[in-house]
């Protein structure tokens, strides 16, 4: 690949960019990003990047092999209708907006296109991102394999259906802030019992990383490994006592079907005046 345009120049843009040049998957110079009109950001990742940075529609997607669209949800529709005008039918279209289809990003861009779907979590700042990936029938292993190469800069990527997406983005799209919610409980109760509250916060994360160890590299279920913890009569067995007193598990169950849901009411109220496909533009 020669040339790399992110489309959006966010957090996830800004990940997947530190990610492919620390891994030495393309050159700063390969990679073009642009944003909505925050000249400051884009002067920010020249800097520290190496990339270029331009308003300028025709010579940022001149050439481009692939195009990742990275813009906030409500800049979609207006953006997907100025970037199909210069789009290939070889360029390679790689969206992370939550909830908007292929058929959508097809119709708003006014053109049949080679389109991959990818669900990251922030997790992938630190390279820690669980990342599902889906296809249109317009992209081909070629397309497939770079997609993953690229996501996996910033973690794991797999393939699944694209009506899988939803589930995908409330389970680990979302699913850093269901932990964070948990350790923000746990901080709260550490300090309530008398613990400090630096240490407490040492002892939560490293909890969290032990625990994802062993699910990590046990062939124990979840429910198999919480067993062996919870001893009869024990401390452990009085807290998740507690919990399932307050039906925390089906609250958990409740909260994740609700973000599935959700994500597929964000693809729903994508708006945009549609282009003919497939029409001269």
């Not at 861009?109 to 669980?130: D, F, H, Y």
């Not at 699944?160 to 850093?176: K, N, R």
């Not at 998740?240 to 409740?254: F, K, R, S």
Request: net charge negative; hydrophobic share 40%; charged share 20%.
């Amino acid at each position: 690949m020669k040339k790399l345009v992110f489309a959006g120049a966010g957090s996830i843009a800004e990940a997947l960019i530190s990610g492919i040049t620390q891994n030495r998957l393309l050159h700063g110079s390969q990679i073009w990003a642009t944003n909505r009109g925050n000249g400051e950001r884009l002067d920010e990742l020249n800097r520290k990047y190496g990339i270029h940075t331009t308003y300028n529609q025709e010579e940022l997607y001149s050439g481009a092999d692939a195009v990742i669209l990275a813009m906030k949800p409500k800049d979609a529709a207006n953006a997907l209708g100025q970037i199909g005008d210069y789009l290939g039918r070889e360029t390679l279209v790689i969206s992370v907006l939550a909830g908007v289809s292929f058929q959508t990003i097809e119709q708003a861009s006014g053109k049949p296109l080679s389109v991959i779907r990818a669900m990251p979590n922030t997790s992938a700042a630190i390279g820690q991102s669980a990342t599902a990936l889906a296809a249109n029938a317009r992209a081909g292993v070629a397309e497939k394999e770079l997609a993953k190469t690229l996501f996996e800069t910033v973690g794991t990527a797999a393939f699944v259906a694209e009506d899988q997406l939803d589930a995908v983005t409330g389970l680990s799209g979302s699913g850093p802030a269901y932990i964070y919610y948990l350790v923000e409980a746990m901080e709260k109760s550490a300090v309530e019992i008398g613990l400090d509250r630096t240490l407490a916060k040492e002892l939560i994360v490293q909890t969290l990383i032990g625990a994802a160890g062993m699910l990590s590299k046990s062939e124990k279920t979840p429910e198999q490994l919480r067993y062996e913890v919870t001893s009869p009569g024990g401390t452990t067995e009085a807290g998740i006592g507690i919990l399932e007193q307050h039906g925390v598990q089906e609250a958990l169950v409740a909260c994740i079907k609700e973000a599935a849901a959700h994500s597929g009411k964000m693809g729903n109220t994508f708006s945009c005046e549609p282009k003919q496909i497939g029409q001269p533009q």
